[in-house]
């Protein structure tokens, strides 16, 4: 049974789509992806223990032909036909580490879904730097969490982002729904119970203008 974040991240991918998941853990996305028609999957991970896991996990897939697991790192060995990926439940930072070190690559990918559990505003800055554009974006809540789920693709003509769309998203921020209030109104809660709470001024200041931009946002 596949959580809600990883259902939501399925739910980007199509049946014609030759897909890799980078940190693919047990594989469980793959699975989903095979289960729904796609023709062919690469589980890769740089650890020994996922990967075998991995392997057990998708072990009919391989022996049809449908699916191989690799054990390296990122994008390194990736397949040829591969045309899609997902990097999914890691932080934005390493997310941006693992396409930038392999970013020719990247840069000739059809889709390439992303969700970082934490860093975001990293990430978007990261593909924002390097001309990549979020062709779309979803804003989630599962087990107590918000998750941002990114698909983007490289574009040279890439139109740059404001500050503002780097933080809460450029495609979130014009749909303005309704978990999106709800999960700023919830920052905004807490950055002024920090602030009511702290006398020092310097970190504060930071968060005060993040608590003006919040406001500018939900008003
Ligand atoms: C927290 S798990 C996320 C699993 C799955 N993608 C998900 O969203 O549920 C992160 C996985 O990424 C793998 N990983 C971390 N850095 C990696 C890299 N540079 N290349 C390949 N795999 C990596 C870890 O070994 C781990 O299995």
Redesign the pocket.
């Known amino acids: 049974m596949l959580s809600i974040r ?1 259902k939501s991240i399925l739910e980007l991918i199509d049946v014609h789509d030759y897909v890799a ?5 047990h594989g469980y ?1 793959l699975i989903g992806a095979l289960d729904k028609g796609v023709n062919f999957v690469q589980g ?4 020994e223990g ?1 990967y075998k896991i991995c392997c057990k996990n998708l072990e009919r897939a391989i022996s049809e032909n449908k699916a191989i697991v690799t054990l390296n ?2 994008l390194k060995e990736i397949n040829e036909k591969i045309d899609t990926i997902v990097i ?3 932080g934005g930072e ?1 997310i941006s580490q ?1 396409l930038a070190s392999s970013i020719e690559k990247a840069k000739k990918l059809k889709k390439i879904i992303l ?1 970082p559990n934490v860093r975001t505003y990293e990430l978007r800055k990261f593909l924002n730097d390097h001309n990549f554009s979020i062709v779309d974006e979803k804003l989630i809540y599962d087990m107590d969490k918000y998750y941002e789920i990114l698909n983007v693709r490289f574009d040279e003509n890439h139109l740059a982002l404001s500050t503002k769309e780097l933080i809460f998203g450029p495609i979130l921020l014009k749909k303005k729904g309704e978990l999106f209030i709800q999960k700023w109104e919830k920052i905004l809660n807490e950055y002024e119970k920090i602030v009511s709470k702290n006398s020092s001024n310097k970190p504060i200041d930071k968060l005060n203008n993040y608590i003006i931009l919040i406001k500018e946002v939900l008003n």
């Open positions: 990883l998941d980078i940190g693919t853990d996305l890769i991970d740089n650890k996922p790192d990122g999914a439940g890691m390493l693992i969700q």
